[in-house]
Each structure stands twice: as C-alpha cells, then as structure tokens.
C-alpha cells in the first residue's frame, strides 16, 4: 500500500521566517508528486506539481528520489500562507494518495 | 468555466440507509475522481472513472460503489450505511489522464 508520511500535524511560525514541511511517501514505481492546498473556507486545489518544476506563491519543492521525500519550502511565510497543506503522489490514473496535511499557522 | 459541482452538499442519513452523491465535472474534463476525507484517515482515495470505465479503486468494501455517465457526470453509491460512513466526500475531474485535480466542494454526509 502507498503510504505518505507528513511529520507534523501543526506548524506555526512567524511571518517572514522560512517554512519546511517534510513529505516522504512509499516507492513504488515513479509517481508523479504534487502539493495540493486548502485555504479556509476554500476548496482543495494544487499548489505545485513536481513534473512543472515551478516556484508557486514562493512555494518550492525539492525531489529527493533516494529518499522518496518532497519537501516543500518557502524562505518567507506570510500571513496569507496559512492553510492545510498535503502531499499527494499519484501513483497512475489520478490515484493520489494523500498524507494527512500539515496545518500552517503563519503569526503576524 | 464552472468549477466541479457537487450535489447535495448536506445529506443525513440513518444506518442501513443507502444514498447516491452526484458530481458535475468541469466541461470537457473526462475524468472523476471520488475521494473520502475523514478526521482520522484523511484522505483516502475511492475510485475514478474516465470515459465511463471504472480506471482504478481504493480499498473500500463493495457497499460503495460508483459509474459515470456519457456526459462525464458522476454517482457514487453507498448502500446499508454505516456511522463509519460519515464524512466529507470529495469529487475530482481532471482533462488529462494523469495531470492535476480539480475539486468540488464535497458533499458531507452523516450517518445516524
């Protein structure tokens, strides 16, 4: 079964120091591997797709194939990046498979 | 373009009860994703259809089901429901085969 880990449930941080949230999902063959994200009240879109390799909101995200990770980075939170954020590898035909997300809390 | 729309989008039900959730894709999209999205499990994924074929399924027992129509619309089915059923469900369309998602609102559903 494809699994992906997202460590931290919740992270907070100040506006304008850097965010990181860990993604490491199961190999199985080569998915390919995107950020989807939930704004309040919003519904669930992409943020950025790995195969695109585009910086999005400041949003970029670094594949690391030995360690199946895809963390995702921005060197300067705002405010407006509070949100549920979730790695989802696709493993074929739109079979994504969702971590748990990571709550961002960005404090003014 | 309209956004992928869900119907309804509160349902309450009781145990033993089956239900039917319906999903309009973007124009044009051909594929329907269906997913589940609980407080202890997340997201989990149920099937997904494109051109009417059901292309994959995820771990969920036969009580749950699914088609899609020749316009691309999508049902999704659960019969003999139970509490363990209760939760926001999520459609996706998507134009290409494997490319990104567009989701609707989701239709959440509780189970008395």
């Known amino acids: 079964a494809q699994r992906v880990t997202q460590p931290e449930k919740l992270l907070s941080v100040f506006k304008g120091a850097p965010v990181e949230l860990k993604c490491n999902y199961s190999?199985?063959?080569?998915?390919?591997l995107f950020w989807y994200v939930q704004y309040s009240r919003q519904r669930l879109q992409l943020l950025l797709r790995?195969?695109s390799r585009e910086s999005i909101k400041g949003f970029t995200a670094d594949l690391n194939k030995g360690e199946t990770s895809f963390h995702l980075k921005k060197p300067f939170a705002q405010e407006e990046d509070s949100a549920m954020y979730y790695c989802a590898p696709d493993y074929g035909n739109n079979r994504l498979a969702f971590g748990k997300g990571n709550q961002v809390v960005v404090i003014p | 373009k309209a956004g992928v729309t869900q119907t309804p989008r509160y349902l309450i039900k009781t145990r033993g009860q089956q239900v039917t959730l319906s999903c309009s894709p973007i124009?044009?999209?051909?594929?329907v994703s269906w997913y589940q999205q609980t407080p202890g499990q997340g997201l989990q994924f149920l099937f997904e259809?494109?051109?009417?074929?059901?292309?994959n399924k995820g771990n969920f027992p036969g009580r749950f089901s699914g088609r899609q129509f020749s316009n691309s619309r999508s049902e999704m089915n659960v019969s003999t429901l139970e509490l363990g059923d209760s939760a926001l469900y999520l459609c996706?369309?998507?134009?290409?085969?494997?490319?990104?998602?567009?989701f609707g609102p989701g239709t959440r559903l509780l189970v008395l």
């Open positions: 996706a369309s998507s134009l290409e085969i494997e490319g990104l998602l567009y």
């Open positions: 790995h195969i």
């Open positions: 190999y199985s063959g080569s998915p390919e």
């Open positions: 259809y494109f051109s009417e074929t059901q292309r």
């Open positions: 124009s044009g999209h051909r594929s």
